[in-house]
């Protein structure tokens, strides 16, 4: 199975659709978000600085995530494929990657632009929350998206969370950092004749279909 790298802003979906990936495909999920929010818990100077970035909306240094890609994408699992939500987030990260690419010997795969409505990913922030065991994704005001019991995981019963840049401000400027810096990455890899764009703004039943019409069953 080939690789796919999944773009899109920031509440589209990406984290949905990968794990839906993940199940169909039986391809690892990396969410390299999710990756920061475990070393942010860690006691330390880096811990605390990560943690100061991914709740204020700012990136963490290329260098830094680069080398916590490289370590992740070695591992065996990684051998046919993987869902990367998350990564590249701009230019260099993803010049950076195609350097690793080849050092690894491995290919680059397809890229899945889920394209959404601003003010439809904004409305979709303040009822998210999440799983911090198995990383399942919630929403509390959409009924299709709601846990079966209020604050517990339907998958693994851990108690939900909401993120801390889950907040009004903090989109506005995860937004525009996506706008700014992560959306030339579409021109970037359309050169590369590897992007196919979803309509990520019909639920994530249908965005599902749409992907696998792309990638095959
Ligand atoms: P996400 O879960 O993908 O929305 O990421 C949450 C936060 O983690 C972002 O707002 C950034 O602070 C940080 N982050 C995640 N991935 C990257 C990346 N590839 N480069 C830099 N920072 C990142």
Redesign the pocket.
């Known amino acids: 199975m080939k690789s796919v790298i999944l773009i899109a802003a920031?509440?589209a979906g990406?984290?949905t659709e990968a794990a839906y990936l993940k199940e169909q495909y039986n391809m690892p999920h990396i969410?390299?978000?999710?990756?920061?929010?475990e070393k942010a818990q860690e006691d330390s100077d880096l811990g605390r600085d990560?943690n100061h970035?991914?709740n204020?909306?700012?990136?963490?240094?290329?260098e830094?995530?680069i080398e916590i890609?490289k370590q992740r994408i070695m591992q065996e699992d990684c051998n046919n494929g993987y869902i990367l939500?998350?990564?590249?987030?701009?230019v260099a990260?993803a010049e950076a990657y195609q350097d690793m690419l080849e050092e690894l010997g491995k290919d680059l795969g397809v890229v899945i632009v889920l394209d959404i409505d601003k003010k439809l990913a904004a409305s979709r922030i303040a009822g998210r929350i999440s799983c911090p065991e198995c990383k399942e994704v919630y929403n509390t005001s959409n009924e299709e998206m709601k846990p079966k019991e209020e604050g517990i995981c339907d998958k693994c019963g851990a108690k939900l969370v909401k993120?801390a840049?889950d907040n009004e401000e903090?989109y506005m400027d995860?937004y525009n950092?996506y706008m700014e810096k992560t959306s030339p990455l579409i021109d970037f890899y359309e050169k590369q004749g590897v992007v196919y764009h979803v309509d990520g703004n019909n639920g994530r039943e249908e965005t599902h279909k749409q992907v696998v019409k792309i990638l095959g069953e």
């Open positions: 920031p509440a990406k984290g969410s390299t978000g999710d990756m920061l929010r990560i970035k991914i204020n909306g700012i990136f963490v240094s290329d830094l995530i890609l939500d998350g990564f590249p987030r701009n990260q993120r840049d903090t995860r950092t």
